[in-house]
């Protein structure tokens, strides 16, 4: 039987796990009411407000994701007309990203995205912490018996299965 610190302990575990799946249903659901994107396509739009230019290779460096996961937020965003995708002028085999009018004007109304809090919190912790956290959490994870690839960016596979 589990000590008394130990149940107090992850019960505090399990209420933060809690209160993060919260935040992130409440941003997506916040994105989409506010301008009809998902927090996933709302991160995207950040990270090309904030630079301009970039490659795929190049924004899924910036969102911390998977080339492939940001190539089809990309596009979605491309079939709304918020982003633009131009051959580069250097390269011609590269192809540069960049907010379209419509894209820009839409992002000085929206919300602040999850993701961009939660990597900044990441970044605002001790190396030491951080690394630690995260073999503990992977650990955590490997326990729970919980694997896979990592979907991609929160809420979009969510939102692509409800759609469908």
Same mark, same amino acid.
């Given at each position: 039987?589990?000590?008394?610190?130990?149940?107090?302990?992850?019960?505090? #575990?399990?209420?933060? #796990?809690?209160? &993060?799946?919260?935040?992130?249903?409440?941003?997506?659901?916040?994105?989409?009411?506010?301008?009809?994107?998902?927090?996933?396509?709302?991160?995207?739009?950040?990270?090309?407000?904030?630079?301009?230019? &970039?490659?795929?290779?190049? &924004?899924?460096?910036?969102?911390?994701?998977?080339?492939?996961?940001?190539?089809? #937020?990309?596009?979605?965003?491309?079939?709304?007309?918020?982003?633009?995708?131009?051959?580069?002028?250097?390269?011609?085999?590269?192809?540069?990203?960049?907010?379209?009018?419509?894209?820009?004007?839409?992002?000085?109304?929206?919300?602040? +995205? #999850?993701?961009?809090? &939660?990597?900044?919190?990441?970044?605002?912790?001790?190396?030491?912490?951080?690394?630690?956290? +995260?073999?503990?959490?992977?650990?955590?994870?490997?326990?729970?018996?919980?694997?896979?690839?990592?979907?991609?960016?929160?809420?979009?596979?969510?939102?692509?299965?409800?759609?469908?």
């Amino acid at each position: 039987m589990p000590s008394q610190k130990a149940t107090k302990e992850s019960k505090e #575990i399990i209420n933060d #796990i809690r209160r &993060l799946v919260q935040s992130i249903r409440m941003a997506s659901s916040e994105s989409e009411q506010s301008v009809g994107l998902t927090a996933a396509q709302l991160f995207v739009m950040h990270k090309l407000g904030e630079e301009g230019g &970039l490659s795929i290779n190049d &924004l899924a460096d910036r969102t911390l994701t998977h080339q492939s996961s940001v190539s089809v #937020i990309v596009q979605k965003l491309e079939e709304k007309g918020l982003v633009s995708r131009l051959r580069a002028a250097e390269d011609g085999r590269r192809f540069e990203l960049t907010l379209s009018k419509k894209g820009a004007a839409l992002l000085k109304k929206a919300p602040h +995205s #999850i993701q961009e809090r &939660l990597i900044k919190a990441l970044k605002k912790m001790e190396p030491d912490m951080r690394h630690q956290f +995260s073999v503990t959490f992977t650990s955590f994870l490997s326990l729970a018996n919980i694997k896979g690839d990592a979907p991609m960016m929160f809420d979009e596979t969510v939102t692509q299965k409800r759609k469908k």
